[in-house]
Structures are given as C-alpha cells and as structure tokens.
C-alpha cells in the first residue's frame, strides 16, 4: 500500500475528531478537552496521510504533540535529535488481521527520515494496547520504559519505547 504525506489541513482535522473506536481503544476517541487548533501548529507538525485512493486514513505527528506530557512550547527534537512520534489509523483500518498497521508506521518513519532527518524515534503506547506494541516492535521499536499519565479522568500507564536509526 502506498501512502501520501500532507500537512494537515482543517477539513482533516474535522474528520479525524470525529472517528469513533471500539472498546477498549475508545480512550483514542478526541474528547472535548483537547484543543485541535495545536494540530496546526507547525513547530510540532501533524500530516494527513491518504492512501493511493486519496483517502484519508490517518495521520502522524511529530514533537512535543507526541508526547504524554504537556509541553510549554511546542517543538521537533527532544534529547538532541530524537523525534517522539504520535499516529493515529482510522478506526475501520486498525486491529488484527487488516494488514495495514506495520506499512503504515513503516510508511510514517520513512516520511520522517526523509524530512527531519532524526537520529533515532521515540513514542508511547497505553500499556494495555498490546496489538499496537506488537506492530512497534516488528518497526523495530524497543520497549524502554513505563511512565504514569495523571489527568481528571485518573492515572494511565504509558509504555516508551524507541528506534534507533
């Protein structure tokens, strides 16, 4: 499968905040309390990704939008040149058994590689998300550490993991 990269666009960013996932993986549904004008934000970038239909079937997004932490400014590279990676595949495309999920992280360090040029990746997973780590590891990914998210909605378990390249 093929894949093109876009900066994200509004029109995008409208369709992506209304895709609704399944239990367990609906804790992935955009709440009200997330703010998508920060997906515009080109210091820390978000891209649309079509597939060779020109449909969209996610998106990645590359910095401090990635990371589990809030940031005071938004940028690319954290420890040096490490870029923290952030994907999301629309809700009919992901689960076992579709096929897409390794081509399509695959697709977006390639995309990355090419464009900002990092010396190693970085992202975090919700612990329980066995079938995504599953998928980060055949990339190439190596589990590095467990980090704890407290927000109002209670404490989720973060796992980080990396790729040098």
């Given at each position: 499968?093929?894949?093109?990269?876009?900066?994200?666009?509004?029109?995008?960013?409208?369709?992506?905040?209304?895709?609704?996932?399944?239990?367990?993986?609906?804790?992935?549904?955009?709440?009200?309390?997330?703010?998508?004008?920060?997906?515009?934000?080109?210091?820390?970038?978000?891209?649309?990704?079509?597939?060779?239909?020109g449909e969209l079937v996610g998106f990645f997004a590359y910095g401090s939008s990635a990371e589990v932490w809030d940031q005071a400014e938004p940028h690319l590279y954290s420890d040096g040149d490490t870029i923290t990676i952030g994907l999301g595949l629309r809700p009919d495309l992901a689960g076992q058994g579709k096929g897409i999920g390794l081509a399509f992280v695959l697709a977006g360090l390639d995309f990355a590689?090419?464009?900002?040029?990092?010396?190693?990746?970085?992202?975090?997973?919700?612990?329980?998300?066995?079938?995504?780590?599953?998928?980060?590891?055949?990339?190439?990914?190596?589990?590095?550490?467990?980090?704890?998210?407290?927000n109002p909605l209670g404490k989720r378990e973060f796992l980080e993991m990396r790729r040098e390249e």
């Open positions: 499968m093929q894949f093109t990269f876009t900066p994200i666009t509004a029109s995008d960013i409208r369709t992506i905040t209304s895709w609704r996932y399944d239990e367990p993986y609906s804790v992935y549904n955009w709440s009200a309390e997330n703010d998508p004008a920060e997906m515009l934000d080109e210091r820390s970038p978000y891209y649309a990704v079509r597939d060779e239909r590689r090419e464009r900002f040029h990092p010396a190693r990746f970085r992202l975090y997973v919700l612990t329980f998300n066995e079938r995504a780590i599953r998928v980060y590891e055949r990339a190439g990914f190596v589990r590095t550490g467990i980090y704890i998210q407290q």
